[in-house]
């Protein structure tokens, strides 16, 4: 960390930082554990032209999530603009290994978190980031036009522009909304974590389940459960007590596979060709 980003986060929390550790596991900013002699903070520190705006939008995420009162986050300490980039600063969560009881906690919390009840229509107040990616929000009050519209199109689109697909593998917009109509519910809007990965919650010391690294909006419940089955590290007993709240009624199995393929789609404009053959799979199952 550079000297004068600490002497920065001194000056502005007022504390005096007595050693600063490197820490893995982010892919997109720089993070560092912080420990005064009373104190520990995590911050991120990120030089790339859209990082304040990307800081900003997580700790919204994280305010709004905290804000329902069903599931924690780490609180945010300071958000702010560098010279170059920004850095986010917040509590420092010691996480420890989750056991069964942790992840069913998680399982119920979640469920309360979605079953909050804060919009009437689909979307966020702005747009976010997936990952580095923008994440469109706009407001629609039909599910499947939202997800139409504000998620695969613009992926596609995008895919299409790196030629990671052809133009005969990208759907059209009629064809999209097509499906989703035909594919997707009528629902109430949850908040959603956005993002729902393994390395996106974590167990504290004390048992606590936490969310971090939100992407925030209101739309069905069921896209944060496919994004907890893409990658796993969520085991039965999370899925059980999420089951309490939410019983299945049918036609899951189309509705987990579109919704996996936006973030398919995501890490295939990301990370590239790699994840080709998931995306082309599920385009060929239903497009």
């Not at 720089?30 to 104190?39: K, N, V």
């Not at 689909?122 to 139409?148: E, V």
């Not at 990658?231 to 309490?244: I, K, M, N, P, T």
């Not at 049918?250 to 398919?264: F, I, P």
């Amino acid at each position: 960390m550079e000297t004068s980003i600490k002497k920065h986060i001194e000056y502005l929390l007022c504390i005096r930082i007595r050693k600063i550790q490197g820490l893995s596991g982010g892919d997109i900013s720089r993070a560092y554990l912080l420990e005064t002699d009373m104190e520990r903070f995590f911050c991120k520190v990120n030089d790339h032209a859209d990082a304040f705006d990307m800081f900003q939008a997580e700790k919204s995420g994280l305010d709004a999530i905290a804000k329902t009162h069903t599931i924690a986050t780490p609180k945010v300490l300071l958000c702010e603009k560098l010279e170059q980039g920004g850095l986010l600063v917040m509590e420092y969560i010691e996480p420890k290994r989750s056991g069964s009881k942790d992840m069913e906690l998680l399982g119920h919390q979640l469920a309360a978190l979605h079953r909050f009840s804060g919009a009437s229509t689909f979307g966020w107040k702005t747009d976010n980031y997936i990952g580095s990616l923008p994440q469109s929000n706009h407001m629609h009050s039909s599910w499947p036009q939202f997800y139409a519209h504000e998620r695969l199109l613009p992926q596609f689109k995008m895919a299409y522009q790196q030629q990671l697909l052809s133009f005969n593998e990208v759907p059209t917009e009629t064809t999209l909304l097509d499906i989703c109509e035909k594919c997707l519910p009528k629902t109430k809007p949850s908040l959603l974590h956005g993002d729902l990965w393994s390395g996106n919650y974590l167990i504290a010391s004390d048992n606590t389940p936490y969310l971090i690294d939100p992407a925030v909006y209101f739309g069905h419940f069921e896209v944060d459960l496919a994004m907890t089955r893409l990658f796993g590290g969520f085991d039965s007993s999370f899925y059980r007590a999420y089951s309490e709240h939410f019983p299945k009624v049918g036609g899951e199995k189309a509705r987990n596979d579109l919704y996996q393929l936006y973030y398919l789609l995501v890490h295939l404009n990301l990370f590239g060709k790699s994840y080709y053959r998931q995306v082309k799979s599920i385009i060929g199952a239903y497009f």
